[in-house]
């Protein structure tokens, strides 16, 4: 199934040249003038781009954008990055190969850059040694808001979705 950005927002992305990995998917509301930004950490992109969004990430577009969720009220931005970069819809593994080079640089920049930052793979991560690398990295911006997801974006629903994140 395809999925179209909701109306209102502009969508860029970062590729590799062979266009196998995406390292970052901004998401722009249109209908603000002004606001702040979100980081969306998710497990590893699907065929979302600038032209198409995926599941996960319309879900996120109407949670965040549309939904009167307080949280919310006043992002602008959003910039999804994932733990692993390479693009796969169907039984992914995570595997060290799957990371991308760059990843771990467009991460630390989406953080920094970022107001808030929303860790969407859910409560359950089986690649620890990839969530220890980013949890390194979000322990060195310790006054960031932190928030989780209860399930991953693409199987959840718009209630009681999200909660605050600790180490």
Not at 99 to 112: H, L, T, V, W
Not at 114 to 134: C, F, H, P, Q
Not at 152 to 162: E, L
Request: a positive charge.
């Amino acid at each position: 199934m395809i999925y179209k950005h909701i109306p209102g927002v502009q969508a860029g992305a970062e590729f590799s040249n062979c266009k196998k990995f995406r390292y970052q998917l901004t998401l722009e509301n249109t209908t603000r003038t002004k606001g702040d930004s979100l980081c969306v950490i998710m497990q590893n992109p699907s065929v979302a781009n600038t032209k198409i969004a995926d599941k996960s990430v319309q879900f996120l577009e109407k949670l965040i954008f549309e939904k009167e969720n307080e949280l919310f009220e006043n992002i602008k931005t959003i910039a999804i990055v994932n733990q692993f970069a390479y693009i796969q819809t169907k039984d992914f593994k995570g595997a060290s190969f799957k990371i991308g080079k760059a990843n771990d640089s467009f991460i630390r920049r989406a953080i920094e850059g970022s107001d808030m930052v929303l860790i969407a793979w859910g409560k359950t991560n089986s690649y620890w040694e990839r969530r220890n690398v980013i949890h390194a990295i979000l322990k060195d911006h310790p006054k960031k808001r932190l928030l989780i997801t209860r399930v991953h974006p693409s199987r959840g629903t718009y209630k009681d979705f999200i909660e605050p994140y600790s180490f």
